[in-house]
T-cell receptor, first 115, second 115 residues
Framework: DTGVSQDPRHKITKRGQNVTFRCDPISEHNRLYWYRQTLGQGPEFLTYFQNEAQLEKSRLLSDRFSAERPKGSFSTLEIQRTEQGDSAMYLC?????????????FGPGTRLLVL | AQSVTQLGSHVSVSEGALVLLRCNYSSSVPPYLFWYVQYPNQGLQLLLKYTSAATLVKGINGFEAEFKKSETSFHLTKPSAHMSDAAEYFCAVRDSGGSNYKLTFGKGTLLTVNP
């Protein structure tokens, strides 16, 4: 257990439905990352937050995806109008950046299946 | 842009045998390199990281990796495999441009340990 929690752990939804995932980082970590991992691949960067500010989004993050980190604590990732191609493991990681150094600690992930 | 190549999507060893998982990186600047392990249906756990200090890095669970600049490699080794080492292993390089420290992962190597 790294101290990063994600909820739910599994989500099955029908195509076209909206889903929301939650990530609770290690307290006092100022950075939070979202990655997506598809079968047989390594995780791919989606977006990251420095405190409550979302600073960069990957081209993988279409306009159906939105992420927030209110008050710089937990974060949510919402997918609207889900598609079968959204089926993947969504991983959250948090870190404390100090003088350019950091280690990202990953949560257990939320596995999404879109039928 | 940085990239990572993991040679061998599947490695099988006998219990007690040497484990060698290969990783080559591409980076225009001195890289930060990481090895993570992922057990089934779980998130990623950090094994070890290289941050331009000692070239031989020791990690958890008896793993170590050696940074070789001339070969652009960061191979992961363990002298004697245990059954509990069976998992998927990911090599990653940290983005060195700007303030986004996103990780770029390889496709992973699945390690099987035979009794």
């Amino acid at each position: 257990d790294t101290g990063v929690s994600q909820d739910p752990r599994h989500k099955i939804t029908k195509r076209g439905q909206n889903v929301t995932f939650r990530c609770d980082p290690i307290s006092e970590h100022n950075r939070l990352y979202w990655y997506r991992q598809t079968l047989g691949q390594g995780p791919e960067f989606l977006t990251y937050f420095q405190n409550e500010a979302q600073l960069e989004k990957s081209r993988l993050l279409s306009d159906r995806f939105s992420a927030e980190r209110p008050k710089g604590s937990f974060s949510t990732l919402e997918i609207q109008r889900t598609e079968q191609g959204d089926s993947a493991m969504y991983l959250c990681a948090s870190s404390l950046v100090v003088v350019g150094q950091e280690t990202q600690y990953f949560g257990p992930g939320t596995r999404l299946l879109v039928l | 842009a940085q990239s990572v190549t993991q040679l061998g999507s599947h490695v099988s060893v006998s219990e007690g045998a040497l484990v060698l998982l290969r990783c080559n990186y591409s980076s225009s600047v001195p890289p930060y390199l990481f090895w993570y392990v992922q057990y089934p249906n779980q998130g990623l756990q950090l094994l070890l990281k290289y941050t331009s200090a000692a070239t031989l890095v020791k990690g958890i669970n008896g793993f170590e990796a050696e940074f070789k600049k001339s070969e652009t490699s960061f191979h992961l080794t363990k002298p004697s495999a245990h059954m509990s080492d069976a998992a998927e292993y990911f090599c990653a390089v940290r983005d060195s441009g700007g303030s986004n420290y996103k990780l770029t992962f390889g496709k992973g190597t699945l390690l099987t340990v035979n009794p």
